[in-house]
């Protein structure tokens, strides 16, 4: 295999479409530098306990004028404006919902009977009209949408009220409990946005925390790894994770956040 080793917690990885991977010493604690869909087919069935993550939003096909204004429009200092690095996020919305099925399907696929999938999302307008993600998770067991009530930026739009809140889908296998005593979190959670991070859309450590610590999982998926968030919440909740995310640049500022938080 063609690797970089940038330390024990992490590879970054060449060539993913020829590199085979070996299950658990190849992904355990490590970010794997690849395509998401890519690496999480090489991951054996039900061998991953929970999966928490956020994909791309593909915000930048918003029929809206914010992601499309170089000069930054409602978002502050333009972050999403070029899109992720190595990730455009402005992808037709057919191939979008496709490609998020596919990533779902697998998610499903490689965790056990008792598992989950804690899958956030944003719900937006678009040519005037909500658009929900239902047809992105529809047929997929949702046992349960999660509110995460966070702070609410700019609208200009006075078509709607000003958005405050993302939602995590709560994708389940049948043997699915939580540990003891979480359920009394309910199902609104409020938590701020992740602040002093460079990455232009960052999980906040708390909310990752609370899903983490909420299971009785001892290994955790986050396929769009971004800036480490997901691997963090695991290592202070004592879990392992296992992280894959695209961006080289992403995986090095993982790399030094994990490195930086656990000393």
Not at 141 to 152: A, F, L, S, T
Not at 219 to 228: C, R
Request: with cysteine; charged share 25%.
């Amino acid at each position: 295999m063609n690797l970089i080793i940038k330390d024990k917690n992490a590879y970054v990885k060449e060539d993913m479409m020829s590199d085979k991977l070996s299950f658990p010493n190849d992904f355990v604690n490590r970010i794997i530098c690849g395509d998401s869909l890519k690496v999480m087919k090489q991951i054996p069935s039900a061998s991953i306990d929970i999966v928490v993550t956020s994909p791309p939003y593909n915000l930048k096909n918003s029929t809206g004028n914010g992601m499309k204004d170089p000069r930054g429009g409602k978002w502050k200092n333009a972050a999403l404006c070029k899109g992720y690095l190595d990730h455009e996020d402005c992808m037709p919305h057919d191939e979008y919902v496709k490609w998020q099925r596919d990533c779902l399907t697998e998610m499903f696929r490689i965790i056990p009977e008792n598992g989950a999938v804690f899958y956030n999302h944003k719900w937006r307008v678009q040519d005037g009209l909500l658009q929900d993600r239902h047809d992105i998770v529809y047929d997929f067991p949702v046992r349960q949408i999660i509110i995460w009530k966070r702070n609410g930026g700019i609208n200009f739009n006075a078509g709607y009220f000003l958005p405050t809140y993302e939602v995590i889908y709560l994708i389940v296998k049948k043997n699915f409990k939580l540990a003891p005593k979480a359920n009394a979190f309910g199902d609104v959670w409020e938590f701020g946005q992740e602040l002093n991070n460079p990455h232009p859309a960052p999980f906040p450590v708390n909310l990752i925390s609370r899903i983490i610590s909420s299971t009785n999982a001892k290994i955790v998926l986050d396929p769009f790894m971004g800036s480490g968030t997901t691997a963090i919440a695991a290592k202070i909740n004592n879990r392992q994770y296992v992280g894959i995310e695209i961006s080289k640049a992403y995986v090095q500022l993982a790399e030094k956040r994990i490195s930086e938080i656990l000393l």
